[in-house]
């Protein structure tokens, strides 16, 4: 048994050690995806009104204000932030298109920071885009999801590996500190392999497990929700310009106790009938999400028409809404953060180590195989 799950072991590893070292190294870079936005773009991607007691401009004149300026787009969603340094980042679909673009807001001083560029244009956006569809979305026309695919297949293969891994080495909590770093090479690199492994194996479960569900909702909602032929083409304003936006973020306060409002959603198409706020609430569970609560407004009246908090929903939708956090490691400041990005390349290390021991294994046997036919010639 242990050795048959030895070669299904070496074998998921093969056929997923390419992608998933471009998804090691893309997925650690993005843990802190926003500290590298600040250091490529500090006046785009950054504020300076820390500690100033600076007010938002109401929300009713952002809008208006983004619409005014940008009449050829119109607003899709947008990410709000208070901290007087992280500038909003505000999505936009271009007229006569369904294309998204970003673009970069001051909400304190109400002026726009950058002009509209590609979802994936800037650096960290590519490498988002890179780290979860590795490029392959819209290669082909009769496979337009093969990016997400193939990640939700190579997400499938490395918990499988993870999980195999602690199987064939179950008494690993022996070998926590065993590295016998005078051994022969072999040896060596045997040892570091199965320590990488036990040290890693918790955040890359994690990872797995987290990988496989954000891949299989995104593949769902494209390929059976929202099917490619049918996305709409944007040509004007789906909401009423002339709502009370500021009344609305009130009542979402009052419909979720203590909602911190992070994310707005607009409607973009013609099914879609609703604006909703997104956003954090207290809870005792530190992996609770930024998009914890959703309170929705009729996009033409501004009536609200549903509230949603996650601390009165079920364990599996509480588990689920974790899984944000959890796969970013965004839910212990910089300490987590570190150890995601430190852990998060052990896929790398795991791939290049078990890679020379198969091929040590797979050049002993040739030998093996060799030195036998010669004795019997």
Not at 4 to 18: D, N, Q, R
Not at 134 to 140: E, P
Request: with cysteine; charged share 20%.
């Amino acid at each position: 048994m242990r050795k048959t799950l030895f070669k299904w072991h070496s074998a998921m590893a093969l056929i997923a050690i390419l992608p998933l070292a471009v998804m090691s190294v893309t997925g650690s870079m993005l843990v802190f995806k926003f500290e590298i936005d600040s250091l490529l773009l500090p006046k785009q991607a950054t504020l300076t009104y820390q500690d100033q007691g600076v007010q938002r401009q109401p929300m009713k004149v952002l809008v208006n204000y983004v619409a005014d300026t940008h009449p050829n787009y119109e607003i899709g969603s947008w990410e709000i932030f208070d901290d007087g340094y992280e500038a909003d980042r505000v999505y936009l679909l271009k007229h006569g298109t369904d294309t998204w673009f970003k673009t970069y807001l001051d909400p304190y001083a109400g002026k726009m920071l950058s002009e509209p560029v590609g979802i994936h244009s800037d650096f960290t956006d590519f490498i988002l885009h890179l780290h979860y569809t590795l490029l392959l979305d819209d290669v082909s026309k009769t496979f337009p999801h093969m990016g997400v695919v193939i990640g939700l297949a190579v997400a499938i293969l490395f918990t499988l590996l993870g999980v195999s891994g602690l199987v064939i080495y179950r008494r690993f909590w022996r070998r926590f500190f065993s590295f016998r770093r005078q051994a022969p090479r072999l040896v060596m690199m045997s040892d570091l392999h199965k320590v990488i492994g036990i040290w890693s194996a918790p955040v890359l479960l994690a990872l797995g497990i987290t990988g496989v569900y954000f891949n299989a909702v995104e593949y769902y909602h494209e390929a059976f929700e929202h099917q490619e032929d049918e996305h709409h083409i944007v040509s004007h304003a789906m909401f009423n310009h002339s709502l009370d936006f500021d009344a609305m973020m009130t009542q979402s306060h009052r419909a979720v106790n203590e909602l911190k409002p992070t994310y707005w959603l607009f409607p973009f198409e013609p099914e879609q009938t609703n604006i909703t706020i997104f956003g954090s609430v207290a809870d005792a569970n530190p992996f609770i999400s930024n998009y914890a609560a959703t309170v929705s407004f009729d996009a033409q009246s501004g009536i609200q028409t549903f509230a949603y908090d996650i601390r009165t929903a079920s364990t599996v939708d509480r588990v689920i809404d974790s899984f944000r956090k959890l796969h970013f490691g965004h839910f212990a400041g910089l300490t987590s953060k570190i150890i995601w990005c430190i852990m998060g390349l052990a896929p790398v290390l795991l791939g290049f180590t078990g890679l020379y021991l198969w091929w040590q294994r797979k050049r002993k046997k040739h030998k093996s195989k060799k030195n036998r036919q010669l004795a019997l010639s």
